[in-house]
């Protein structure tokens, strides 16, 4: 059964930082192209960062660049976002998702498999 899922989520003040974990079982990541997404409460979803292990290519969106860094640690099979400066309009359930045909990027009806998603609570 292929399975994503995220943790490292919680309460943090502006200004401070946290690292989301996505990991995969039942694949391998490194296979895969992998997004983060995130949803704020009445808003859609939309896309934070993306990375395809394969060419080392990372995307992210304008929002969130020089703050959140993706990365892909295939020894543990995850895939992390550390996000620092976080601010309060960072506030949302954050999910990652995998794309088997490996094309990726910021779109996310490309990815195939989701997560249910972790809380980031950006507030003092």
């Known amino acids: 059964q292929l399975r994503l899922v995220e943790s490292g989520g919680g309460l943090v003040q502006p200004g401070g930082s946290l690292r989301l974990s996505c990991t995969a079982s039942?694949?391998?990541?490194?296979?895969?192209?992998i997004g983060w997404f995130r949803q704020a409460p009445g808003k859609e979803r939309e896309a934070v960062s993306c990375?395809?292990?394969?060419?080392?290519?990372?995307n992210y969106a304008d929002s969130v660049k020089g703050r959140f860094t993706i990365s892909i640690d295939s020894a543990e099979n995850t895939v992390y976002l550390q996000m620092n400066s976080l601010k309060p309009e960072d506030t949302a359930v954050y999910y990652c998702?995998?794309?088997?045909?490996?094309?990726?990027?910021?779109?996310?009806?490309?990815?195939?498999?989701w997560g249910r998603g972790t809380q980031v609570t950006v507030s003092s």
């Open positions: 998702a995998a794309d088997h045909d490996m094309i990726g990027g910021l779109n996310e009806y490309v990815y195939d498999y």
């Open positions: 039942g694949f391998t990541l490194e296979y895969y192209a």
């Open positions: 990375i395809r292990s394969t060419d080392g290519n990372t």
